[in-house]
């Protein structure tokens, strides 16, 4: 079956450490988005990718990196410049169909990063 | 620009009785308008969408909800709400040009016995 597969479900920082979330699809999609995710503050938009080897800054973009060499895989490097990394982390696609055709936005299952 | 402001926190209702999660939205164009579900520490998963078709929209589940205009508004209801409903829900606005997902806060559904 087709999705979105996040590794690893749980992840734990140290301080000072970089860490990289990995999302990969097989549903052919071309956008990809990273969310994190806080308690009464819905999901908030980190990087996203329309397409293979560009991607674009969302609304809290510092302290992390992503890349996109592959249209399958978005890793997300969470840097030690993010001074308060603890938060649940979604991978999103989505196909270039829209209107009537458009199915909506896939999501993967999480990672939850917790700094120790 | 686009916004989403979902106006409960909080919902509670008990076992068989209707849910109602309210939605307005800000667009500048034709949206596409979304609900998500999002079980404890899961992903999300769509309920419903709206993308220019029929202006009732139903869902998986039970949900359905409609899109007004001229209220910018897309609420999600269901005639009788079930434990298993228990749940955070997200609604979702995407348009033109980027297509980028802008959630709302989101919604607590709590179901009483």
């Known amino acids: 079956d087709g999705g979105i597969t996040q590794s690893p479900k749980y992840l734990f920082r140290k301080e000072g450490q970089n860490v990289t979330l990995s999302c990969e699809q097989n549903?052919?999609?071309?956008?990809m988005y990273w969310y994190r995710q806080d308690p009464g503050q819905g999901l908030r938009l980190i990087y996203y990718?329309?397409?293979?080897?560009?991607?674009q800054k969302g609304d809290i973009a510092e302290g992390y990196s992503v890349s996109r060499e592959k249209k399958e895989s978005f890793p997300l490097t969470v840097t030690s410049a993010q001074k308060n990394p603890t938060a649940f982390y979604l991978c999103?696609?989505?196909?270039?169909?829209?209107?009537?055709?458009?199915?909506?936005?896939?999501f993967g299952s999480g990672t939850r990063l917790t700094v120790v | 620009a686009q916004s989403v402001t979902q106006l409960d926190s909080h919902v509670s209702v008990s076992e068989g009785t209707p849910v109602l999660l309210r939605c307005n939205y800000s667009?500048?164009?034709?949206?596409?308008l979304f609900w998500y579900v999002q079980h404890p520490n899961k992903g999300l998963q769509l309920l419903l969408k709206?993308?220019?078709?029929?202006?009732l929209v139903k869902g998986i589940n039970g949900f359905e909800a409609e899109f007004k205009k001229s209220e910018t508004s897309f609420h999600l209801t269901k005639p009788s709400a079930h434990m298993s409903d228990a749940a955070e829900y997200f609604c979702?606005?995407?348009?033109?040009?980027?297509?980028?997902?802008?959630f709302g806060r989101g919604t607590s559904l709590i179901v009483h016995p």
């Open positions: 999103a696609s989505r196909s270039r169909d829209s209107g009537p055709l458009f199915y909506g936005y896939t």
């Open positions: 549903l052919n999609h071309d956008a």
């Open positions: 990718s329309q397409i293979v080897n560009d991607f």
């Open positions: 667009s500048s164009y034709s949206p596409s």
């Open positions: 709206y993308t220019s078709a029929a202006t």
């Open positions: 979702v606005v995407s348009d033109r040009p980027s297509y980028i997902p802008t």
